[in-house]
């Protein structure tokens, strides 16, 4: 099974990321982050939430099982331009939507910064779940901006 492959893979590399723009780089957006919070749960990839693999939920299907960098945009040294940015697995579809594909491959805003999801129910703004290991090797403290990018497309 895939999580069984990502559970040899659940060290965490923290990295030091030169950030280009506030905004976008590379096709990167600047999105809310939230904490995933099923801790374990089954993911819709199968995986049972724990607090080692390092995973990311994103709002598409087919994102599951691809790598992204993310980058904390609050530890961003404004001398250097560099952050702490680390990689990690889609293994989660969400937060709040599950079928926004513009957003994710297409460059498009997140459905959910609108404050409610294609079903009319309230969202936090979040365009990405951060799992737990993400979530300390980031040293998140409360939802807060990020940008994230697919690790092998350099996307």
């Not at 060290?11 to 809310?32: E, S």
Request: charged share 20%.
């Amino acid at each position: 099974m895939f999580y069984r492959e990502v559970l040899h893979a659940s060290v965490i590399t923290v990295l030091t990321a030169r950030v280009n723009h506030p905004v976008c780089y590379n096709g990167a957006m600047l999105v809310k982050a939230t904490r995933e919070g099923r801790h374990g749960r089954p993911t819709r990839s199968g995986y049972i939430v724990d607090e080692l693999v390092p995973f990311v939920s994103l709002p598409c299907a087919a994102a599951l099982g691809q790598w992204v960098i993310v980058t904390n945009m609050n530890s961003i040294d404004p001398v250097t331009g560099t952050g702490r940015s680390v990689h990690a697995v889609v293994l989660d579809v969400g937060p709040c939507n599950t079928r926004d594909f513009r957003y994710v491959f297409g460059g498009d805003r997140p459905q959910a910064e609108s404050g409610t999801d294609v079903r009319g129910r309230k969202t936090n703004g979040a365009g990405i779940g951060l799992g737990e290991a993400v979530w300390r090797a980031l040293q998140m403290t409360d939802n807060g901006q990020v940008h994230w990018v697919f690790a092998a497309s350099g996307r």
